[in-house]
């Protein structure tokens, strides 16, 4: 518990088959300057505020990716409704440029946009990359049957349909046809594993579980590569720390994360289709000048997207929302 954080009991309501939230936020938030609420159209607290019905002279932010990105009705009334509330706030707080695109788009002033370019801190996984010995390297290699100018995949994360695993597994299928001593990692697990049991005979496939700490960094430090064609958010990052060029596709449920991967620059992104997957894995397998360019920029790009640069655009963008008028 923070020393300067007031702690509240949340209610939930199901409601036609809907989980509703209410947070008690009205009391301890009396005397405020300014409150920031999750752009989530299920937080029933919110709507007092947006409504006009809270403190006269408390500002109201938004923090939030301006829609569901991963949304399957994107013009159903849940998003409908989500754009409607959009700009009944003071100030906004997105998560990335895409979420300030969404945001403009609907009429909201440009210079009321706080960009924080959402990260976590990836200190310590940067560390346990820098622990990890060539030793360590090399047997874990040997042990997949990688050898010493074998390119090695890595994907990591959970497990559903949105990661598209049998896009991926396809495509690996072709690259391995191609190049017989590539390999894939695959550590993670979730509702989709059994695509990866059907193909566990594959010889250039190693689904190695959840790994997590020192183990998750060696595996990272072994590869060459981060593969993964479905949906991308926040373990970009990892990518970056890691310096491992990501392939995805263009038209995946992406998070608003995807606004930090810039094709050919920090990251590839190529057709949602395994041929084009694949091709474009054996144009870089066999590139390695792109290769270590794009693992330079993308160690480039993980110093952009820190925590402490986070906290920081957060900090600046209240102070700017406390001293500008109300909307």
């Known amino acids: 518990m923070l020393p300067w954080a007031i702690s509240l009991r949340n209610r939930s309501l199901r409601i036609s088959g809907r989980d509703w939230l209410w947070q008690p936020l009205q009391v301890s938030t009396r005397d405020t300057d300014l409150v920031v609420l999750?752009?989530?159209?299920?937080?029933?607290?919110?709507?007092?505020?947006?409504?006009?019905?809270?403190?006269?002279?408390?500002?109201?932010?938004?923090?939030?990716?301006?829609?569901?990105?991963?949304?399957?009705?994107?013009?159903?009334?849940?998003?409908?409704?989500?754009?409607?509330?959009?700009?009944?706030?003071?100030?906004?707080?997105?998560?990335?440029?895409?979420?300030?695109?969404?945001?403009?788009?609907?009429?909201?002033?440009?210079?009321?946009?706080?960009?924080?370019?959402?990260?976590?801190?990836?200190?310590?996984?940067?560390?346990?990359?820098?622990?990890?010995?060539?030793?360590?390297?090399?047997?874990?290699?040997?042990?997949?049957?990688?050898?010493?100018?074998?390119?090695?995949?890595?994907?990591?994360?959970?497990?559903?349909?949105?990661?598209?695993?049998?896009?991926?597994?396809?495509?690996?299928?072709?690259?391995?046809?191609?190049?017989?001593?590539?390999?894939?990692?695959?550590?993670?697990?979730?509702?989709?594993?059994?695509?990866?049991?059907?193909?566990a005979n594959s010889p250039w496939l190693h689904w190695v579980g959840v790994r997590r700490g020192p183990e998750k960094a060696a595996w990272f430090r072994a590869a060459q590569l981060y593969l993964s064609p479905g949906a991308v958010g926040l373990h970009v990052l990892d990518s970056f720390v890691a310096g491992l060029p990501l392939i995805t596709t263009d038209d995946a449920l992406h998070g608003p994360e995807i606004a930090y991967l810039l094709h050919d620059e920090n990251s590839l992104i190529c057709p949602g289709n395994s041929a084009a997957y694949a091709q474009t894995v054996l144009a870089l397998m066999g590139d390695l000048a792109r290769r270590d360019r794009i693992s330079a920029a993308a160690r480039a790009a993980a110093e952009q997207y820190t925590l402490a640069s986070m906290v920081e655009r957060f900090t600046q963008g209240m102070l700017a929302c406390l001293q500008a008028p109300r909307l």
């Open 38 to 199: 999750m752009q989530e159209s299920r937080l029933l607290s919110n709507y007092p505020w947006l409504l006009g019905w809270g403190p006269r002279h408390t500002r109201v932010a938004y923090w939030g990716h301006g829609r569901n990105f991963q949304s399957a009705a994107p013009a159903g009334w849940r998003e409908r409704w989500k754009r409607l509330m959009l700009g009944r706030v003071d100030w906004w707080f997105a998560y990335t440029e895409a979420t300030r695109a969404i945001v403009e788009a609907a009429a909201y002033p440009r210079q009321r946009i706080t960009v924080l370019n959402n990260a976590i801190d990836n200190s310590r996984f940067a560390a346990e990359l820098a622990a990890i010995s060539a030793a360590q390297v090399a047997a874990l290699r040997q042990s997949i049957g990688a050898g010493a100018g074998s390119v090695v995949g890595v994907y990591c994360g959970s497990l559903y349909p949105d990661k598209r695993l049998p896009l991926l597994l396809e495509a690996c299928a072709v690259v391995a046809a191609q190049r017989p001593d590539f390999r894939l990692v695959v550590m993670g697990d979730g509702p989709s594993r059994d695509v990866l049991r059907r193909a």
